[in-house]
C-alpha cells in the first residue's frame, strides 16, 4: 500500500486532498519494530507522529513502584505520539510493538508545517484528542469503581466491539496474554486468571490459548456493577 493510500484510512488526514495527501506523504518516514521491541518510554522527547501501517502497539504507564498499566492498544490506521507533537512535552506514557508493527512516522517540525498549511487538520486533531479523552474518563471510571469481575467484563466486551467476528460466539480477534491483560485492568495476573476461569465456568466465555470467545454477552454485562 502507497503511503497516500495509508494516509487515506487515517482519521486524522481523513479531510485532506489527493494533492495535500502526497505532499504529506512525501514527509513521512517509515520505522519498523520488532515484537516486544518499546518505541519509547514515558518522559522521553517527543519529536515524532506514528502512524501503524501494520501490527499493533501497547500504550502503557509505569506507578512508582513498577506496577504496569496498559492505557490502550492501537492497530493499523491509528495514530500515536501526537500529545507531544503538540504540545512539546515529554512524552506521556511508553509505547510497545505487541507484533511486528510497521509505522510511517512524521517529525514534529514536518507535522507543524503541515499544520499550518492545511488547517483542516485542526479539525481532525480535536476529535481524535476528544475521543481519546472520552475513552480516558471511561477507562479511569470502570478501574475505580468496578470491581476486578467488573473490570475484566468490561474490557472483554470493549474488545469485542472492537476486535470481535462473530462465530459461534463472539470470537475476539486480539491475542492477550492473562499478563498483558491484567495490565489492563488493574489486577495481578493471579486475579484475572480467577476471573476468567469463573466466567468459563459460568458459561460466558471460552477460551483456547489466548484466544477469548464470548458466548453470553449479557451475562457479562450484569457483572458490570457500579
Known amino acids: 500500500m502507497s503511503n497516500v493510500n495509508m494516509l487515506r484510512k487515517v482519521s486524522l488526514f481523513a479531510d485532506l486532498s489527493d494533492r495535500e495527501l502526497e505532499v504529506l506523504a512525501g514527509s513521512l518516514g517509515k520505522r519498523t519494530f520488532a515484537r516486544g521491541m518499546i518505541i519509547f518510554h514515558k518522559g522521553g522527547v ?12 501497547r500504550i502503557f504507564v509505569l506507578s512508582e513502584s513498577g506496577q504496569e498499566i496498559t492505557v490502550n492498544i492501537y492497530g493499523p490506521g491509528d495514530v500515536f505520539g501526537e500529545f507531544s507533537l503538540l504540545d ?29 498549511a492545511y488547517p483542516r487538520i485542526a479539525g481532525s486533531i480535536m476529535k481524535v484528542l476528544t475521543t481519546r479523552l472520552r475513552y480516558t474518563t471511561t477507562h479511569a471510571e470502570t478501574l475505580s469503581f468496578l470491581d476486578v469481575y467488573g473490570r475484566v467484563a468490561a474490557k472483554l466486551l470493549e474488545l469485542a466491539d472492537r476486535y470481535g467476528v462473530q462465530k459461534e460466539g463472539i470470537e475476539i480477534e486480539l491475542r492477550l496474554t492473562q499478563t498483558e491483560l491484567a495490565t489492563w485492568v488493574a489486577a495481578t495476573r493471579e486475579s484475572v486468571n480467577k ?7 459460568q458459561g460466558l ?5 489466548q484466544r477469548i470467545t464470548i458466548l453470553d454477552r449479557g451475562g457479562l454485562e450484569s457483572r458490570i456493577l457500579y
Open 88 to 116: 512539546g512535552l515529554p512524552r506521556s506514557a511508553g509505547a510497545v510493538a505487541m507484533e511486528k508493527t510497521v509505522t510511517l512516522t512524521l517529525h514534529r517540525d514536518g507535522f507543524l508545517r503541515h499544520l499550518e
Open 46 to 57: 517527543g519529536q515524532t507522529l506514528y502512524i501503524i501501517e501494520s501490527g499493533k502497539v
Open 205 to 209: 466465555i471460552e477460551m483456547e490459548g
Open 195 to 201: 476471573v476468567l476461569g469463573t466466567f468459563r465456568e
